[in-house]
């Protein structure tokens, strides 16, 4: 299972911590700063994959990390995880990130901290997969957002726009 | 989310910051404002959802945050959806687990469950979902089940439901009863949308590692949908990525049957794997597609190493895997070298991986840290005994260059590959010699610790050791574990090298000293204690070791100062037999499992999933999958029988009729294992015949020592019953009974002593007493019956007991011409004598063999007499046997070693037949095991 995603930039700063563990916030802390430690360094020629940190899991834990522009995104996970599942999976989370604020950038996860953690749900859950699909994601996320809206009408009208999507 | 302002400036504030300390201000001033806001009881909505929004990202920046959690419950039960929306997020991200407020969000959770819009139930499943406390598991469980197995929920509604599931079991294994519905949820894996099926059978594999083999219908699924998948090409329109039909859901079905016995899906399952297999023979051409398709192969492969690792499709992956190790691709090379360390770990036959040993050697210096891990675990799993060297030679000079971070795990690797592997001592010591002084810094005290215990334990490597340490105490550079170990080793067996030239034991406390300025302190304190025995062990240089010890008497460290002062009393005490006894050699370490082992072992952890195989060779994954509980209640049908004779093929053998074993249900074959088990407890049988305490049994699941006091007639025996297997042992009963009724012997449990335990927990350990009285000569040596239950398998063991009328002799010290009258006088009589020629290979070998022998016959009880014959190596000894009824035996014995013949004639004359035979046939068995 997945046990961790961690966003975090160059410098470390933390853009979305979200844990599948029940593990204290202090630690969460300190486990990212060690992640950030052990990633940042690493040219990207290298692979993607880390044995885990001393703070979560040792070697029996990977992360799977990728670098897009100026952030990190990275994902811990146990044994049973495909190390290239993650990988993918991770792919799949940016380009749903991407989907909804439409080009995304470091700024957007900023202003926009809780919506990470609506996609990331949207994608994983209980740090098992939930969908991969990117229509079916996006779709999911915009049906919260038009309900959040202040001057939704037509609350009711949710079921039957989700059903539409399903074959 | 709508924008809020007051949040948005509040961000770019804390952007602005340009030290921690500025954030830490502006953060503070916040709490300050947004406290007495929290203490208004006119906060809106929107300013309250503004407010909870800032206190999450105070703590996603790692600021502590304890307050808003009643503001979060008022955010959950608030009719906005996007008020309940950071309600949840912030009951799932502030709220501690155990506050009372997370009774009020859980009353919250039950109403959304059942809400008539669908994105409320699912957000109520995520905050469900992240939350999982006890509560949750406890009462709503079955709504959660409901919601997934409703015919008509949405599939959005169903894979979050089914998730939900997943973490409630895993947190609360016991609330969620999941054996009242775990068979229900089986179906849906064959449900139409990809994405439940994926999420139904993330939770089925949880279940199929609880609840076993009631989820053995979900392989029957697991293997249809992936026939659809990979050879009837299902059409899976939106799940297709890059190429390849859904992946995640085709390496999960992959990894699910890992955790099943192929039964006859078997035929099936090879079909699909091969496709699999052959369709990645071309590598893609996109990156991403190459990652979609390798990741299903690489869990293929997995899973073709659970289903039938012998077949030809894994030589065939083995190719694969070889073009792997060499990619261009990291990631390739990476999961290559995983995947091969799990093939080595499973394989019979190494072969088809030992043709890429240069390769591997290479990737150990791959520029990539992560890479060259991997080929650490590989070489360490394919090890095997005519690879060993090589590897561990190849190891050795990586350790010299390889980082840090790598050197440890490297340096424990390697002592246990050259403690597996090992065929010849000398080869043993030196590649362990040379890895304290490559590694030592990277290591723990365990791998020396061990090199000791192994030395110790394993007569025929101590002289070769004693060498060595003193060769690395006069290297011009000696690491401080290379000090301990030789320090360890001098003070034990210095006495073996002490004739050869150069080793004299001046040289050895020479050598020593020279090492203590400049050693750190403990390794000083180790060099004392080595100090202090050679006290007793050399007593020509005792004076240049008292003025030593004495010089650390005034030791500014504590633990110096005080071994110094109590090795220099115990040194100076007027006492002929303290110092022998005190610095008496060590016993061999009772063979436990290594703690090198325990301590690789160690690092792996608790994860949710378990694992389906570990770094390491075969033995330890086919010893892990033998420990499935489903398999021990199997084994648990018939009990088992274990019969031991350590004399069964002695040539003399003192003849013991061993109950024989009815019950058998296997012939007694001779498996190699068993050989082994019988020539090892020979073993132990012999070595108690001269020395009071050892082992006596050692077998998989129990350890036996013993522990003897003679006073003739009397003797006092201990048993110490260990337990070495990973369960309790019950029902245990310990006995022991002479093996004739005739009452020559009896043996009977002491009476004051604790009663034995009924059980014994795993490393637990009984003892029990005996009380022994020689009535008169006895020609054959006590029974001991151990019985046992370990998993409901009850076992017998039945071992002789060293106890043989020759145990109870004490030395007599008389003079020359007094011993050849009466070597005359009973050699007329001829009525007690016993002679044999025993085979005696290891006097040409060994130059310390006849001080072995000297030993040898003191410690079966003889005095040595000095003098009496014209051969300086042969060995003169009387003894005297006491009986309580018959009274006193007297008895004799010349032993003549012949070195250049391998032969040694052994004479006993003794004024009682039984007791002349009992000691010939003692030797023979001493020499026999050596």
């Not at chain 2, 949840?88 to 809400?115: H, K, N, T, W």
């Not at chain 2, 335990?757 to 009535?775: E, I, K, N, T, W």
């Amino acid at each position: 299972m997945i046990r961790s995603v961690l966003i975090f930039n160059q410098l470390g700063k933390p853009r979305l911590i979200k844990f599948y563990e029940q593990i204290s916030a202090s630690l969460q802390q300190d486990i990212l700063r060690e992640i950030h430690g052990l990633v940042a360094k690493r040219p990207d020629t290298l692979c993607n994959f880390l044995e885990g940190s001393r703070s979560i899991g040792g070697s029996d834990t990977r992360i799977v990390y990728r670098h897009y522009a100026t952030l990190y995104f990275v994902f811990v996970a146990d044994m049973s995880e495909s190390e290239l599942g993650i990988m993918d999976l991770i792919q799949v989370f940016v380009e749903a990130l991407d989907r909804v604020f439409e080009n995304v950038c470091e700024l957007d996860l900023i202003f926009h901290f809780d919506e990470i953690h609506y996609v990331l749900s949207e994608v994983v859950s209980a740090g098992m997969v939930v969908e991969t699909n990117l229509s079916e994601i996006s779709r999911a996320v915009n049906e919260a957002k038009r309900q959040a809206k202040p001057d939704s009408d037509h609350p009711r009208l949710a079921i039957n726009t989700l059903r539409r999507g399903f074959v | 989310m709508a924008p809020m302002k007051g949040l948005t400036v509040f961000i770019a504030d804390l952007r602005k910051c340009r030290s921690q300390e500025d954030e830490e201000r502006r953060v503070n001033k916040e709490l300050a404002n947004i406290r007495t806001k929290f203490k208004e009881n006119s906060l809106n909505g929107y300013n309250r959802k503004k407010y909870v929004c800032k206190l999450i990202y105070m703590s996603l920046l790692g600021h502590e945050v304890n307050i808003g959690h009643k503001e979060a419950v008022d955010l959950v039960n608030s009719t906005k959806f996007s008020e309940k929306q950071i309600g949840y997020l912030a009951a799932s991200l502030l709220i501690p687990e155990g506050s009372e407020l997370m009774r009020a969000v859980v009353s919250s959770l039950r109403r959304d469950l059942y809400d008539t819009n669908e994105c409320i139930v699912c957000l109520a499943l995520c905050a469900a979902t992240n939350v999982a406390t006890r509560e949750i598991a406890e009462s709503l469980t079955e709504d959660v089940v409901m919601l997934l197995l409703a015919p008509s929920g949405s599939p959005f509604v169903k894979k979050k439901a089914a998730l939900c599931l997943l973490r409630l079991l895993r947190r609360f294994p016991e609330s969620v009863k999941a054996q009242q519905w775990a068979a229900r949820v089986i179906p849906y894996m064959g449900h139409r949308d990809v994405g439940v099926t994926l999420a139904v059978t993330s939770l089925v594999t949880a279940l199929a590692q609880q609840q076993g083999d009631e989820m053995r219908k979900a392989s029957t699924f697991a293997v249809r949908r992936l026939r659809s998948l990979v050879l009837d090409g299902e059409r899976v329109a939106d799940h297709v990525y890059y190429g390849v039909p859904a992946p995640w859901l085709q390496v999960k079905l992959l990894r699910l049957l890992q955790y099943f016995e192929p039964g006859e899906q078997r035929p099936e399952l090879l079909g699909i794997l091969r496709r699999i297999i052959d369709e990645s023979q071309e590598a893609p051409r996109e990156l991403q597609q190459m990652n979609a398709q390798y990741a299903v192969l690489f869990e293929a492969i997995n899973l073709g190493i659970h289903v039938d690792v012998d077949q030809g499709l894994m030589h065939e992956s083995a190719l694969l895997l070889g073009r792997f190790i060499t990619s261009r691709e990291t990631n390739i090379r990476f999961l290559g070298l995983e995947t091969m360390a799990h093939l080595a770990a499973c394989i019979d036959s190494l072969e088809p991986i030992k043709r890429y040993q240069g390769v591997i050697v290479q990737s150990l210096r791959d520029r990539d840290v992560s890479v060259r891990r991997r080929a650490l675990d590989l070489l360490y799993s394919m090890c095997d005994v005519t690879s060993a060297k090589a590897i561990v030679a190849e190891l050795l000079r990586h350790m010299a260059i390889a980082d840090a971070t790598l050197r440890e795990e490297m340096a424990l690797k390697v002592a246990i590959l050259t403690e597996k592997f090992a065929t010849e001592y000398a080869w043993y010591v030196d590649v362990m010699m040379r890895l304290v002084s490559l590694a030592g810094d990277h290591m723990g005290d365990e791998v020396w610790h061990r090199i000791v215990q192994v030395i110790l334990g394993n007569e025929e490597l101590q002289l070769y050791a004693c060498r060595i340490a003193l060769q690395t105490l006069r290297a011009p550079v000696c690491h401080e574990s290379a000090l301990k170990v030789s320090a360890y080793v001098l003070g034990e067996f210095g006495h073996l090298i002490a004739n050869a030239p150069g080793c004299a034991p001046l040289d050895q406390l020479k050598a020593l000293q020279a090492r203590l300025p400049a050693a750190s302190l403990p390794a000083r304190a180790v060099a004392l204690t080595a100090v202090a025995k050679f006290t007793n062990l050399f007593p020509e240089i005792k004076n240049l070791c008292l003025r030593l010890l004495d010089r650390f008497r005034g030791a500014l460290d504590a633990e110096l100062q005080q071994r110094a002062c109590e090795y220099y009393a115990l040194a100076t005490v007027e006492s002929e037999s303290l110092l022998p006894t005190v610095f008496e050699e060590m016993p061999p370490y009772p063979e436990r499992q290594s703690a090198l082992m325990s301590r690789l072992l160690s690092r792996e952890t608790d994860t949710e999933d378990q694992r389906t195989w570990v770094v390491g060779g075969r033995d330890i994954n086919r010893s892990r999958s033998t420990r499935k509980p489903a398999e021990e209640d199997s084994s648990a049908v018939g009990g088992k029988q274990e019969t031991i004779q350590p004399t069964a093929t002695s040539a003399t053998a003192v003849a013991v009729e061993a109950a024989a074993p009815t019950s058998l249900d296997e012939p007694p074959a001779q498996t190699p294992e068993e050989q082994e088990r019988v020539a090892k407890s020979r073993k132990h049988y012999a070595r108690l015949l001269w020395e009071s305490d050892g082992i006596l049994y050692d077998g998989a699941e129990v350890q036996v020592g013993m522990m003897a006091q003679y006073k003739p007639p009397a003797a006092r025996i201990g048993l110490f019953l260990g337990n070495k297997s990973a369960a309790a042992i019950c029902d245990i009963s310990i006995q022991a009974e002479s093996s004739d009724k005739s009452g020559d012997l009896v043996i009977q449990q002491a009476t004051d002593q604790d009663a034995v335990p009924d059980s014994l927990m795993p490393l637990g350990q009984a003892r029990v007493f005996f009380d022994v009285r020689c009535h008169r000569v006895f020609p054959t040596a006590p029974t001991l019956r151990i019985s046992y239950t370990l998993a409901g398998a009850p076992t017998v063991l039945e071992l002789q007991l060293p106890v043989t009328a020759a145990h109870f002799m004490d030395p007599v010290t008389i003079s020359v011409a007094d011993f050849f009258a009466r070597w005359k006088q009973l050699g007329e009589s001829s009525i007690g004598e016993s002679q044999a020629v025993l085979k005696t290979p290891f006097l040409a070998s060994d130059a310390d063999a006849v001080q072995w022998l000297r030993n040898v016959a003191g410690g079966m009880g003889f005095a040595l007499i000095q003098g009496a014959d014209a051969v300086p190596d042969n060995i003169v000894a009387v003894g005297i046997a006491t009986t309580e009824a018959a009274g006193r035996f007297g008895c004799l014995m010349r032993v003549e070693p012949k070195p250049s013949h391998s032969l040694t004639r052994i004479t006993i004359r003794a004024t009682n037949p039984t007791l002349a035979k009992a000691v010939a046939t003692n030797i023979s068995m001493i020499f026999d095991a050596r």
